[in-house]
């Protein structure tokens, strides 16, 4: 562990030993109306946009304009094969092997087509095992999907729930629940880093535990993906999605990520919503009437992908790429465990961290619970020149991006809170 102390120099100087500190520099930090940089909070909600991107952006434009349709095909980076460069850069992001990847559509799409392909009730086995507080979006899409094939959301759907008086869900309940469901259990799906209270669950005891009664297990990685290690693969993980404009900086609502184990992905008898850019590659523009699905995560796809928003994620892809994510991890611990260093110093007792205090539960949020707070604090903290991130009635997300914010925002960050709470909660 890092040895910190409260001093200003204590940050200065892990920011002067801190081996991915020149990646600041390469992204673009909102201002505040009098001209000064925000203190950067937010990674987990919009990620910042790198300075490159508007240059991989424009490259596409040009192409397009000089080209026309010939762009598809001629090219320093033709844009019919523009995600086959991406999708392994991805997959090393998540732990996937590369086949196993594809970028497509938008989280909440790409949870529609996945229940399509691994949602497989049969008989009694019908329910899908979920977190209780799992993001609105996630519960939205399941139900609405389970009506649409006439199943009963209500008698589907089965939750777990952090314990009476707890916030955190105990990986033993989880796998608990899923043991007691047995052979009424069609899949699990869970966050696999929870959005409100920034909880790592522990992807392979959940999995190991779904496929041993005989479900699929499959993950939502909003939050993991770009934050911390996910090794699907290797945690046999059946399915994954995620959004990039998170932690992966790749602009707002921009594709999102799926993958697909494997042994499902190159089985063309997977049930799934079709398209013809999930066709064989060698047979997609042949236009015949059967579809031959591509042998990989790419058999998902459905349209032709747009090439801006993909030139953006390659631009962020690549620091992320460049930088690694082992690198981005190991950052990731000593910054967010600095930042609760230093609010655990602030002795207030308004503020409560409800994520998890191991660094092995966690990714770089830290949620904080505040006392008879209200949202002046967090307005308060913009107007000081913060941006965090509020969740009503009581919460803030705070969520020190290892790739472009430094040991020194965390600490002016922890005094300006102390100097809100002070004047805020009393
Ligand atoms: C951010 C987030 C989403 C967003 O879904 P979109 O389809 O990209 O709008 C969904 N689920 C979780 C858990 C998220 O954190």
Redesign the pocket.
């Known amino acids: 562990m890092d040895k910190f102390d409260r001093s200003r120099s204590c940050a200065v100087s892990m920011d002067q030993k801190d081996p991915l500190a020149k990646y600041r520099d390469q992204f673009i930090f909102p201002k505040t109306e009098s001209g000064t940089p925000y203190i950067y909070l937010c990674g987990n909600s919009l990620g910042l946009q790198p300075k490159q991107t508007k240059d991989y952006i424009s490259e596409v434009l040009d192409q397009w304009a000089n080209k026309g349709v010939k762009g598809h095909f001629n090219g320093e980076k033709p844009w019919l094969d523009f995600n086959d460069r991406l999708n392994p850069m991805m997959a090393d992001i998540v732990g996937a092997l590369p086949e196993e990847v594809v970028i497509a559509n938008?989280?909440?799409?790409n949870l529609h087509l996945m229940m399509v392909s691994f949602y497989r009730p049969q008989g009694k086995r019908i329910k899908i095992l979920m977190e209780s507080d799992?993001?609105p979006?996630?519960r939205y899409a399941i139900a609405s999907y389970l009506s649409h094939i006439n199943v009963d959301p209500e008698e589907a759907i089965v939750t777990v729930a952090p314990r009476a008086g707890e916030v955190l869900l105990h990986t033993s309940d989880i796998v608990g629940r899923i043991e007691e469901l047995g052979d009424e259990l069609a899949l699990v799906l869970i966050?696999n880093t929870n959005?409100y209270t920034g909880q790592k669950m522990d992807l392979g005891h959940i999995t190991e535990a779904g496929h041993r009664v005989g479900a699929l297990v499959g993950f939502?990685c909003?939050?993991g993906a770009g934050n911390i290690p996910l090794d699907l693969h290797d945690n046999n993980v059946d399915f994954a999605i995620w959004?990039t404009y998170?932690y992966l900086n790749t602009s707002p609502?921009n594709l999102?990520g799926i993958y697909i184990h494997q042994k499902h992905a190159n089985d063309p008898h997977v049930p799934r919503l079709k398209g013809w850019w999930g066709e064989d590659k060698v047979r997609r523009f042949q236009m015949r009437d059967d579809f031959v699905p591509q042998l990989s995560a790419e058999g998902w796809q459905i349209s032709n992908p747009p090439v801006i928003a993909l030139a953006a994620i390659e631009s962020s892809l690549k620091i992320h790429h460049e930088a690694g994510m082992s690198a981005i991890r190991a950052k990731s611990i000593s910054l967010t465990g600095y930042l609760e260093y230093l609010i655990d110093e602030l002795q207030h007792r308004q503020v409560t961290v409800i994520t998890p205090r191991d660094p092995d539960q966690r990714g770089a949020q830290l949620s904080l619970l505040i006392e008879n707070g209200s949202k002046e604090i967090y307005d308060r903290l913009i107007s000081s020149g913060v941006i965090p991130d509020w969740r009503e009635p009581d919460v803030i997300r705070v969520s020190p991006a290892p790739l472009y914010n430094s040991y020194e925002d965390v600490y002016k960050f922890v005094q300006i809170l102390d100097v809100t709470l002070s004047s805020c909660v009393g």
């Open positions: 938008t989280l909440t799409v799992a993001f979006s996630d966050g959005y939502d909003a939050h959004c998170k609502g999102g």
